[in-house]
């Protein structure tokens, strides 16, 4: 009976420990515009991740995000015969976080990953494509960390 209320009295303190979520999206934080620069494709990817949010009716302050990215292609394995059998991309995002014309925040995000030569192209070019909005994802999700932690941090 004791070991009971014991554990219950546990585990009501252990869960009421007052930490928030931190992955709760852009909350707090307008963006008005986003321009960009470098590797078009995961730019795309990435201003329309940011741009789905809904727009918080109670945002602290409105900002604007500069974000360059550049793409680096390596060759990550080979086979006994030479041959590549896979690639790893780098995606490097410089992202800048602009408030009433004057940086407040600058940072770069670095992700990277592996994909597979496939039998053809057609499933080599998939897989990349794959890697690609994988990447672009990690990046808007850590883009969104900062911009709550910025935002948490006023």
Known sequence: MIKNILFTLMFLLLFQCGFKIVDKGIKGVEIESISTEGYKKINFLIKNKLLNEKKDAES?????????????????????????????LTVTSDISLIV???????FKIIKSGDYRIGATSRDTG????????????????????????????N
Request: proline letters at 0%; glycine letters at 2%; charged letters at 40%.
């Open 60 to 88: 602290n302050f409105k900002a604007r995000l500069d974000i360059k990215t550049n793409l680096k292609k390596d060759i990550f394995e080979k086979n006994i015969k030479n041959e590549i059998t896979k690639y790893k």
């Open 126 to 153: 998939q897989n990349r494509i794959n890697l690609e909005k994988n990447l672009s994802s990690e990046i808007v999700k850590e883009l969104k960390r900062r911009l709550f932690i910025l935002n948490n941090d």
């Open 100 to 106: 009433d014309g004057e940086i407040k925040k600058s």
